[in-house]
């Protein structure tokens, strides 16, 4: 339905009672019905989508922008290669307990994605899942992008949200052949390591947040680093310190053995061998990260980021970017950031939407 001339970016207000939080049973319905209402890319290659506001990442930051672009009166799509909704932490880090988000002293990665999804279906938005944006064109008051599909999406405006791109995890040298026989790079179910001795190998939050949450179930963890000094945050290397976990300093992999499955592995430790049995490794050294195809866009790339002002505008018009892939000065990654920022983009995108309207939207709270 058309919206009155100079309503279209007004801020949507909500119902009393509305917002029940993200561990409601009505937001993992939420999430489930958005998985059903998404749109594969077996069915539209060739269809062509049209929207006011298109996302490029259905991350976080993504799910957050879907929202308030409904909150501006906005339609919205958000596509993303991964085939689900909530970017890396659905892909890598479902169970992790996240610290940083207000309002949540912890929360679970996929409680957090279903609240997101929870929140974004207000906007109702078209979710393109399962495809990676190859093209994008600029026409005189739109931006149009194409996917490895074959479909397109025109909108007004762009947000790119795409976390820092396409990833894949750094290989373990001695875990060659291994994979999926004992060794695995993520970790989106706990219950497979019930009982076994873990090897983690990693010196990053991941490897840490791992080693943390798998030693109450695990018969053993050991926890292997190269160096004795740890990226993860001190509060986490602290807590793992308290527990029985093991860490093992200046220490590295250098075989794996064992019937199919990984059963021992060999160990150097201040340069003395030694092995332990092992049921599992995780290896957690990091991703490879890769803008793709948007480093064929005309973007300003810096260190694999994309430079943005303060109002989240890239050097290119009508595109805009929030989140991990963006760069500025004092740029911190964090998911909280990242949730400023989209509302930041949006707002901005608003305008160039519909030059009629207003960045500052009005307060939520007002009746």
């Not at 026409?139 to 397109?152: E, L, N």
């Not at 019930?194 to 791992?210: E, R, T």
């Not at 200046?250 to 150097?268: F, K, N």
């Not at 892939?325 to 911190?332: E, P």
Request: glycine share 12%; aromatic share 6%; hydrophobic share 45%.
């Amino acid at each position: 339905m058309e919206r009155p001339p100079g309503q279209r970016c007004h801020p949507r207000r909500r119902a009393p009672g509305g917002d029940r939080g993200v561990l409601s049973t009505r937001g993992r319905q939420a999430a489930q019905e958005a998985s059903t209402r998404r749109v594969g890319p077996a069915s539209i290659g060739g269809v062509r989508h049209s929207t006011d506001l298109l996302v490029i990442g259905a991350g976080p930051t993504g799910l957050f922008s879907a929202y308030y672009a409904g909150f501006r009166g906005l339609s919205v799509a958000v596509a993303d290669s991964l085939p689900e909704l909530g970017g890396q932490i659905t892909a890598m880090y479902p169970e992790k307990a996240i610290l940083d988000v207000a309002g949540f002293p912890t929360i679970k990665g996929r409680e957090l994605v279903a609240g997101l999804v929870e929140q974004a279906a207000s906007a109702h938005p078209t979710y393109l899942l399962g495809r990676t944006a190859l093209t994008l064109d600029h026409g005189a008051d739109s931006v149009t992008v194409g996917f490895d599909d074959g479909s397109t999406a025109t909108a007004k405006a762009l947000l790119i949200t795409a976390g820092i791109g396409k990833f894949s995890p750094r290989p373990l040298p001695a875990a060659a052949g291994w994979a999926g026989r004992g060794v695995e790079f993520f970790v989106p179910d706990f219950a497979p390591y019930v009982g076994k001795d873990v090897l983690v190998v990693g010196g990053g939050d991941s490897a840490f947040d791992w080693a943390l949450h798998l030693e109450p179930i695990a018969k053993s963890v050991t926890l292997v680093h190269r160096r004795d000094a740890f990226r993860a945050h001190q509060r986490t290397v602290d807590d793992v310190r308290a527990s029985s976990v093991e860490i093992l300093t200046h220490a590295e992999v250098a075989a794996l053995r064992g019937d199919g499955v990984v059963a021992e592995a060999d160990l150097i430790v201040d340069g003395v061998p030694m092995t332990r049995p092992v049921q599992a490794v995780i290896a957690a050294l990091g991703f490879v990260a890769d803008l793709g195809p948007l480093q064929q866009w005309g973007l300003t790339v810096d260190h694999r980021h994309l430079v943005v002002d303060g109002a989240m505008r890239t050097n290119l018009p009508r595109v805009f970017a929030a989140g991990d892939i963006t760069q500025y000065d004092g740029k911190v990654r964090l998911i909280a950031v990242g949730f400023g920022e989209a509302a930041t983009a949006v707002n901005n995108a608003a305008v160039v939407i519909d030059p009629s309207a207003h960045v500052f939207p009005g307060h939520s709270s007002e009746a």
